[in-house]
DNA sequence: TGTAACTGTGGACCATACTCCACAGTCAAG
DNA sequence: CTTGACTGTGGAGTATGGTCCACAGTTACA
């Protein structure tokens, strides 16, 4: 699939799909095509890597941070161990971020509930949601 | 609490302190000291109000969109049903979140246990994850 | 009353993450 | 073999979220 099609599927702007590949968040095949120049291919694998990057985008990561991410996996010369560890630290900045993200949504229903029901109760303050880590 | 103060018990730099006091995301009160530019006194409710932004903001909210969220409750010259309404979308916005980060996290421990447990089963494939919404 | 430690203001500067553009080469259908 | 739609490259520009700095006024304490 060349980058037009890839830009549509993945809702990415052809600009942002060259600029993450710079950037080594991507890594599109080159066919030959496209002279001196080749033109890019990219996989469904690609669709996926921009599912990730949207996602651990949309969650606060950095596209250095994501990319260090991808890289490791991609160039498998690591040991089992260090990638045990890399990906250990990952998920437990993934799990205080949900934890933070449960205290949120607890905070802004309990807010909600207070606007449409008894706005004569105490409002809800998210000193006493966020204290309970 | 002088700027400084707030600043060291927040985290915060004194810069980034007026930065988002210029954004309208924090509202110290003067106090008539300080002369022609009166010194910007911190209260506990500015604590809070940065440690939402600080959650918000990890959680890949623009400043902008924050100043949006905070402004609503300052003023309180809403409706009830309007302000329902918007705390309902935000809310929607992070479950949402939540969802993906939940995704990620299955897919992480996945790939922690099977890097390792077993390595000759077949590796954790985000798609699938994914595609579970 | 001096002076060190604080304060605000304005403006320059920086990194990140795009976004836009001109230009030139390549492909594929007719 | 032309022509329109594609491609990559390089570079400039933009928005966001800070960060740094010089300057000048203010305060508090000795």
Chains 1, 2 share one sequence.
Request: a positive charge; charged letters at 30%.
């Amino acid at each position: 699939m060349l980058i037009s099609e890839f830009a549509r599927v993945t809702g990415l702007t052809r600009d942002t799909v060259r600029f993450y590949t710079r950037l080594g968040l991507l890594h599109p095949k080159k066919n030959g095509k496209g002279g001196r120049h080749p033109y890019s291919i990219f996989a469904d694998k690609d669709i996926q890597a921009a599912e990730v990057i949207r996602i651990s985008q949309s969650l606060g990561m950095s596209l250095k941070e994501i990319a260090a991410f991808t890289e490791e996996r991609r160039k498998g010369r690591l040991t089992r161990e260090r990638r045990v560890e890399i990906m250990s630290a990952q998920l437990v900045s993934l799990e205080s971020k949900a934890t933070e993200l449960e205290v949120m949504i607890s905070y802004m229903r309990a807010k909600i509930h207070w606007l449409k029901w008894n706005e004569q109760a105490p409002e809800p303050d998210f000193e006493n949601y966020a204290r309970l880590n």
